[in-house]
């Protein structure tokens, strides 16, 4: 457990959070090219809050094999899942590698890999053989629901049905496609606003394995309205990695936008005074 600067001063004002390696309260980088330099420094200050780091889309391929190599080792070295974005695998379908792909991607320094068909359509059947395939290249399957066409939007009961399922044939998370806009895609109207219906349903269907998605939510507004539903430890991703470190003070209660309901029921209950004063032998060492 890292050494906090506000260790014993300052603490969470909403439920308590769950320590790394975590299977809740997952926090997913986003990560659109950040060089060597720009991630050792993200590291720096928030490694110890970062769970997976996705190099998104195609980028990879297009670094340098030294390049990645070493980057990769520098966040498996922090304990954090790493994985190339979905897109690149759908590539690779569709030029007819999948298990080259799965292998090559463990030899790079992989640990896991985004299976999603979010531009390309693939049957169900062939979905189960990819996630068999990562399974065998020692690969952690991570699986995404939801297609990136806001006219191609499938329903809640699909995106919760097609989790479930996957979570059957032995996917580890599945993600909840946002996208890097969180605009008119999956749970997001053409404005950005959560649809609170949908998210409602997706969870009744999914009921004790809702926490096994994690919920793209680029926009703050978004990630206060997971925070709000289902508590600090929701899986949230799409964050930037200079971003970390704002999501965790929005999980805590340490923003506006989820310490005001802290301190509403507070006064509600009258478990905080605002006239109290702090007593004179208060240790502060």
């Known amino acids: 457990m890292a050494d906090l600067a506000w260790d014993r001063i300052i603490k969470s004002t ?8 975590r ?12 060089g060597l330099y720009e991630t050792r420094d ?26 990645i190599q070493e980057k990769l080792e520098l966040l498996n070295s922090s304990n954090i899942l790493t994985f190339p974005g979905g897109t690149l695998l759908e590539v690779a379908l569709v030029e007819h590698h999948c298990r080259v792909f799965m292998h090559h991607a463990k030899k790079l320094g992989f ?27 020692g690969l952690v399957p991570i699986t ?45 109207d053409e404005h950005g606003h959560v649809e609170e219906a949908e998210v409602d349903r997706i969870t009744e269907i999914m009921e004790d394995k809702i926490d096994r998605l994690i919920w793209e939510a680029p926009l703050r507004s978004q990630q206060s309205f997971l925070i709000e539903r289902f508590g600090s430890n929701v899986n949230i991703g799409n ?22 309901a802290v301190t509403k029921d507070l006064l509600k209950s009258g478990r905080w005074d605002p006239n109290e004063v702090e007593p004179d032998n208060t240790d502060v060492d």
């Open 23 to 34: 299977r809740q309260g997952i926090t997913m980088v986003n990560d659109t090219g950040r």
């Open 144 to 188: 995404e629901v939801g297609k990136k066409d806001p006219k191609r939007q499938p329903t809640s009961e699909q995106l919760a049905e097609e989790a479930l399922e996957d979570l059957d044939w032995g996917a580890e998370w599945v993600i909840v496609e946002g996208r890097e806009s969180g605009v008119g895609i999956g749970i997001y």
């Open 14 to 21: 909403r439920d308590p959070r769950t320590d790394k390696p």
């Open 42 to 67: 993200a590291l720096s200050i928030s490694a110890h809050l970062t769970d997976m780091w996705k190099l998104s889309f195609g980028t990879s391929a297009f670094m340098e094999r030294r390049v």
């Open 111 to 137: 640990k896991a890999v985004e299976i999603s068909d979010g531009t390309i359509s693939i049957p169900r059947f062939r979905r189960k053989n990819i996630i068999d395939c990562a399974l065998n290249a």
């Open 239 to 260: 964050i930037e990695c200079n971003e970390v470190l704002a999501l965790e003070a929005l999980r805590n209660g340490l923003r506006f936008e989820t310490l005001h």
